[in-house]
């Protein structure tokens, strides 16, 4: 069953596949996003034609979590990983991510939010 949002969405136009369109009736995985720039990359791009390793940058919804610490810049993948793993508490598209208290690793859960 789909959401209200999704429900007008198509198919894949690829046999045998059943994945949702993005662009030009093709899912993500057969070409319906575009790629890196970037020779010999095959990473999905990102904003200005280039996927985050290489250059790319994408935009940040403000975390609606009351208490949390959410932003609303563009950012890097570098200055993502800076933000989110120098804080006990995180919220990734809807995840709440929990630095473990006895190591320097983190541990993901999931949480309702």
């Given at each position: 069953?789909?959401?209200?949002f ?21 899912c993500?995985r057969h070409?319906?996003k ?8 095959t990473?999905?791009a ?10 790319g ?42 630095k473990d208290?006895?190591s ?10």
């Amino acid at each position: 069953m789909k959401c209200a949002f999704h429900k007008g969405r198509g198919k894949c136009r690829m046999p045998d596949c059943h994945n949702q369109v993005y662009a030009r009736q093709l899912c993500v995985r057969h070409g319906g996003k575009k790629i890196c720039l970037r020779p010999h990359c095959t990473a999905h791009a990102r904003g200005n034609a280039f996927c985050l390793k290489h250059g790319g940058v994408a935009k940040r919804r403000t975390c609606e979590v009351d208490g949390s610490q959410g932003y609303d810049v563009d950012f890097s993948i570098l200055q993502v990983l800076a933000k989110e793993f120098t804080s006990k508490r995180v919220h990734i598209d809807g995840l709440e991510v929990w630095k473990d208290e006895d190591s320097s690793t983190q541990v993901p859960n999931v949480v309702e939010t």
